[in-house]
């Protein structure tokens, strides 16, 4: 298998949008592509991530539409992937593996999602639909009510107090709006106090306003390609070093909700192939849905022994000159969260941090990078390890 | 890259079910791991292909539930790929590209759809959201429309008498119920006669009933493996010879709808990688969402120049004994097209083909098969050649 490596990424500003999906996409694409140094021409292939364009516009099938949009050549197959939260990083390490292969030399990935012209209202039961749709939806579990069970699960397994988990998770929220206000593309760029996270509104208890993140639109994209064309990129090239997908059923037969059983196969899968362990990671764009979801991420991808993890955020490990800065974009949380565009959007931060472009949150001698994407209430998990 | 071999087949049978779509997906799985020799366990990824879960059952991110249902382990990536009617046979073309890269040596593919139980009136409504939303869906183009106006394009273009036009293209529709009346899992498993397709209510001038294939509930699986592990398969593995999918564009950019660029452009690229000629393909299992879709598409496929495809099914050129034999199963008029499942069930017709287990409807000889998917209003193409 080839080297492979990231040349070129773009993002729109996440947040509310009056464009299509496509038209979203074919900015963050023109952006990835013109990095590049390319056309719309060269690319060999698009793997697109979108998680309900049917709902949001009556709009299927619509990875073709968004490869002709920018002007892509029939030739081109252009595949549409879809695994929940994970959809875009799924996409990623599907047209990673197909560079590394042969089959393709340059490759187009990345994802849009356009869901707050549906409402939130219909846009809440719409992400639910990515939990068993017989035994979990039926009985009213969402998504904050998923988190909000393994947040208990959490505490109570690991003997810490309820309220002082919930000021830990503040502090992730508190952390997260941070880094978010120091991002020009981030869906809220304003920092808040503890105060204001413990005095949100409840969403599902003990989750409140603050512990969750938002709907969003938004899209992404990056151009993956083959070493040898990584020599002629205008930028420096970001190199893919290890990768891992895992799956697992619905919640009700994964028993611990505080274990994401996929997240743990999947990580071990990237630092097996990287050849390298969680110390060696300088920088983690890690799944932030809920404050607790960090926390689970963090101690799942090995900066944590289980039930250790909580108060990273409170003692100042996971922001800037910490352990391992964790969602200097904002993560989801601040940053935003349109679902089929979230990890391409990960890997875009890390691949800016690697080759030290952010500004005033970049990460200071960032050398080795982590993207972990969350699908579903646990169903798929995606890890993608990148290097400069 | 490695040879890549059929080992299993799977396949409910096609109609009206009141299973759900991992139900489906289930029976169809185990039959072609049983087929294989093989385990669940043994699975190392699925390649899953529905289009419309979240209409059909609020159920989105279905490929980790299909993957767990059937107790394949957490760490098999499972992933879920739409293409429209594509859907199953882009799922196959993945699968066996990665399996052809050493990232897997065993792999399950498939597909589920249960589109009736939402109604026809919706499920007419949904499917046309494979088309474009914004220029064409408004305009009251669904795809009996779409493949109306081909109809008209074709008889003007190559200067055929419409009247003499459908009567072929009624030819079509006999010949495929024909043959479905041989195929006990068929969705239709009744002979027709001209009449009976030439007096059919009209559905979108020029296109009566019995030019249109039904909607269809049904699931498809295969297992595909590297060579290495073929030798073990106890049934005879059938041979992956040749790939092609291609893109294109809305139907307003695409200008001359009796031309499917993306077919023209998957095939080329299947018969390049097999080192064959449409001379070599003793059957095929083709696109026949109309009776004018055949036509098109044995065009397309190189078995007749353009202009001279429209009266190989009146001819008797496309049944058993004839030039090509095109559609044994019954074809996706008879046998019926459960759209996420489509592709795979006519990988397992041509896989059943090449072993001579197909009884009544057996192709004598048959040495080559070919398929071909439609995805869309002519969005996307894929194709597989297969050899024994």
Redesign the interface.
């Known amino acids: 298998?080839r080297e492979v490596a990231v040349i070129g990424v773009g993002m729109t500003k996440f947040g509310v949008s009056d464009k299509?999906n496509i038209e979203l996409f074919s900015q963050a694409a023109l952006e990835a592509i013109g990095e590049a140094g390319l056309e719309p021409g060269d690319m060999e292939a698009?793997f697109f991530g979108n998680?309900?364009g049917?709902?949001e516009?009556?709009?299927?099938?619509m990875?073709?539409?968004a490869?002709?949009?920018i002007g892509?050549p029939?030739?081109?197959?252009?595949?549409?992937?879809?695994?929940?939260c994970a959809t875009a990083t799924?996409a990623m390490?599907?047209a990673v593996?197909?560079v590394?292969?042969?089959?393709y030399d340059v490759a187009l990935v990345g994802g849009a999602e356009r869901c707050l012209r549906m409402g939130t209202d219909l846009a809440t039961r719409?992400f639910a639909?990515?939990?068993?749709?017989?035994y979990e939806?039926p009985t009213g579990v969402t998504f904050p009510a998923v988190f909000a069970m393994a947040t208990h699960m959490y505490a109570a397994k690991h003997g810490v107090e309820l309220s002082e988990l919930k000021r830990c998770m503040a502090e992730v929220s508190v952390k997260n709006h941070r880094h978010g206000a120091l991002n020009p593309l981030a869906q809220f760029q304003k920092e808040i106090d503890l105060d204001k996270v413990l005095k949100g509104p409840m969403i599902a208890d003990p989750l409140q306003l603050f512990d969750c993140c938002p709907f969003s639109d938004g899209a992404t994209a990056c151009v993956v390609v083959a070493a040898e064309r990584a020599k002629a990129a205008p930028k420096q090239p970001i190199w893919v070093a290890g990768m891992g997908?895992?799956?697992?059923?619905?919640l009700y037969?994964q028993g611990d909700l505080t274990r994401v059983?996929?997240r743990e196969?999947a990580v071990a899968?990237s630092y097996k192939q990287a050849g390298l362990t969680a110390a060696d990671i300088d920088v983690v764009e890690l799944h932030d849905c809920f404050t607790i979801a960090e926390i689970l991420a963090l101690e799942a991808l090995g900066f944590y022994e289980f039930g250790q993890g909580y108060a990273a955020a409170a003692k100042g490990e996971t922001t800037f000159g910490g352990k391992v800065v964790v969602n200097p974009s904002g993560g989801l949380k601040a940053k935003g969260h349109p679902i089929g565009a979230t990890g391409t959007g990960q890997v875009y931060e890390i691949v800016k941090q690697l080759r030290g472009e952010c500004g005033p949150r970049q990460v200071a001698g960032a050398k080795v990078g982590m993207v972990d994407t969350l699908?579903?209430d646990l169903?798929?998990v995606?890890n993608l390890i990148l290097r400069s």
Chains 1, 2 share one sequence.
């Open positions: 298998m299509t698009l998680c309900l049917d709902f516009e009556g709009q299927l099938h990875a073709p539409f490869a002709a949009a892509m029939t030739t081109a197959p252009a595949t549409r992937f879809e695994a929940a799924v390490r599907h593996l197909l590394a292969a042969g089959v719409a639909m990515a939990s068993d749709a017989y939806g997908q895992a799956s697992a059923g619905p037969a059983r996929a196969a899968a699908g579903g169903g798929t995606c």
